[in-house]
């Protein structure tokens, strides 16, 4: 069942940010389905699907360019896999075979009529509920195949699509993470209609493609978002509170820094929210607040920030734009200010504000040496602690912002969104990189 379905593909939206990442890992997949010996007089075909023409040439490019890369990290495999053909000799040849052998199976195409022969349909089209569910009904009304549906939606309930659709249990979300080709998480979401082999294929799947499947009950923004949305509606209102005290882009600078290195974490959520990009976040809040009916989860000042035109994201070339921050090499210099319409330097009230902070426990040590340290543990339980006995300005906005995260947490859980807390933890540790899961007794 599961080669069969995986000799029709198509991935729609194929140009995109996670479009892109989940074409390359399905492509990779099928070529090695089809260089196994047993299914040699198979064909495969992977339909790269995307309505920007110009988008489409891109991907050429940056599929080549990976998968050369890949190539060269299973070149001992594919010695093995090419063993017969006695021309192939140098790596070179193997590996450009090999790049060869998997463009072969990807046709580009501008069409959503190009699925209508695939078993298999990958989505990750934009993040809107009608223009999803009108692409799927158009599908199944002419598709010769009976086909299943993975959708890449961030925020829309699985059972809502299915539902308006009319897709009889034919869907569920793999929500892969940002950038799919190197984030090892996957959530998967399913309602009670879903059919049970397209769960089973979705399980092989995510095993071939070594990812982390953690499931997520179908509730808008699952897991992931469901934490990081609540989280930054947090920082944004201890920001604002701040800003009574200090100027709003002081303010920001402020808890940002708190949630990056008084938490220990990747990076500050406001620096996160310009990752994801603000328009992302405001679209995933619009979700979230209809489809739960908690109007609390909306924030005036996204929304101030868009109308500006403040919208962070990235480049083509992966770079940050600027957005919340302004970045130079990858580092936050200047935050914006909505009063003046302009970047405020950082470096202009830096100091001030890591004064009225506080410092760093003395036991801290940044994130990137914690979370792949042996003593981890031990080391956390350290610096909570020194950090729990502190009252500097910093350390009551950490402590806070981390009972917050602690709360969301467990309220994943007992709003039945997440069936357990292991499975909050492992959403934020390898979907987020955070150090440590929010649902811990580091404070307690
Ligand atoms: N960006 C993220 O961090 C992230 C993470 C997880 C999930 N998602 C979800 O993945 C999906 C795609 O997000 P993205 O960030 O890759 O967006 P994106 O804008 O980078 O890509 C979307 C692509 O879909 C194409 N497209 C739009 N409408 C189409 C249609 N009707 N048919 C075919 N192609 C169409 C666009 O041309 C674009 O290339 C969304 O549902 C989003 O919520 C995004």
Not at 62 to 91: G, P, T
Not at 211 to 236: E, Q, T, Y
Not at 294 to 315: A, P, V
Not at 399 to 423: P, R, T, W
């Amino acid at each position: 069942m599961y080669n069969e379905r995986l000799q029709n593909v198509s991935v729609l939206g194929a140009a995109g940010k996670m479009g892109s990442g989940i074409l390359l890992l399905t492509a990779v997949e099928m070529a090695d389905l089809q260089l196994k010996p047993e299914n040699k007089n198979k064909s495969f075909c992977l339909n790269a699907i995307d309505v920007s023409p110009q988008a489409l040439t891109g991907l050429y490019g940056y599929l080549k360019s990976q998968l050369k890369k890949i190539a060269e990290k299973k070149l001992i495999q594919l010695r093995e896999v090419y063993k017969e053909n006695r021309e192939l000799i140098e790596n070179s040849e193997i590996i450009d075979q090999y790049v060869d052998d998997v463009l072969k199976l990807v046709l580009f195409s501008t069409k959503v009529e190009s699925t209508y022969e695939s078993s298999i349909i990958f989505e990750a089209i934009v993040e809107n509920s009608d223009i999803k569910v009108a692409t799927f009904k158009q599908i199944l009304a002419n598709s010769k195949k009976d086909p299943w549906f993975l959708t890449n939606t961030s925020s829309v309930p699985i059972g809502e699509l299915d539902e308006k659709a009319e897709m009889k249990g034919k869907i569920l979300g793999f929500h892969f993470y940002n950038p799919p080709a190197v984030q090892k998480l996957v959530e998967l979401i399913t309602t009670k209609n879903t059919n049970p082999e397209l769960i089973e294929f979705s399980k092989i799947y995510a095993k071939n493609l070594r990812k982390v499947l953690v499931p997520s009950n179908d509730f808008a923004g699952f897991i992931g978002n469901g934490h990081f949305m609540r989280d930054m509606l947090f920082g944004i209102k201890q920001a604002t509170q701040l800003s009574k005290e200090m100027s709003l882009p002081e303010a920001i600078y402020a808890v940002n820094r708190v949630s990056q290195d008084f938490l220990i974490r990747p990076m500050g959520i406001f620096q996160l929210m310009d990752y994801v990009g603000v328009d992302v976040c405001q679209k995933i809040l619009i979700v979230m607040s209809s489809r739960l009916n908690k109007s609390e989860l909306h924030s005036d000042l996204i929304d101030k920030l868009i109308s500006l035109d403040i919208k962070g994201g990235q480049n083509s070339d992966g770079s940050q734009k600027p957005g919340i921050l302004k970045y130079e090499k990858g580092k936050p210099v200047a935050i914006y200010s909505i009063d003046k319409k302009e970047y405020v330097p950082i470096e202009s009230f830096q100091k001030n504000v890591d004064a009225k902070l506080g410092q760093l426990p003395a036991s801290h040590k940044p994130w990137k040496d914690i979370v792949g340290n042996k003593q981890k543990e031990s080391l956390l339980v350290g610096y909570f602690k020194e950090l729990k006995s502190m009252s500097t300005i910093g350390a009551s906005l950490a402590k806070e912002y981390h009972l917050s995260s602690k709360n969301i947490g467990l309220e994943l859980v007992s709003d039945k969104i997440s069936d357990n807390a292991d499975n909050v933890n492992t959403v934020m540790l390898t979907g987020f990189f955070h150090a440590y899961g929010p649902i811990n007794s580091y404070l307690d």
